[in-house]
């Protein structure tokens, strides 16, 4: 958070007993606001594997969209996995050096 990139990965990945209840959501929902607003942050973005679609709907609901595939990134079980980011800017986001 802050620095250089003026952003925040929150790393939604809940156990699988709180899967399917809307939590990570809810959460981001909740927290998009506060981390524009008082934090002034630039963007939040999370990743994930592409072959798991669940955290592609769960991430577009509180509107992040994917912006780029990572590809080679995480060493999964012996092999190298892509990694999609998605992401949501702040639009009223202005550099305080302006």
């Known amino acids: 958070m802050g620095g250089a990139a003026r952003g925040a990965d929150p790393g939604c990945a809940p156990y699988r007993?709180?899967?399917?209840?809307?939590l990570v959501t809810g959460a981001l929902r909740a927290v998009l606001p506060r981390a524009f607003e008082p934090l002034h942050l630039h963007r939040i973005?999370?990743?994930y594997i592409p072959a798991d679609r669940r955290p592609d709907?769960?991430?577009?609901?509180?509107?992040?969209?994917?912006?780029?595939?990572?590809?080679?990134?995480l060493l999964v079980d012996g092999r190298w996995r892509d990694r999609l980011i998605e992401e949501r800017l702040n639009p009223a986001w202005i550099s305080p050096r302006s």
């Not at 709907?57 to 990134?73: D, K, S, T």
């Open 57 to 73: 709907r769960v991430l577009r609901r509180p509107g992040l969209r994917r912006r780029a595939r990572a590809r080679r990134f």
């Open 17 to 22: 007993r709180f899967q399917g209840k809307d």
């Open 45 to 47: 973005a999370e990743g």
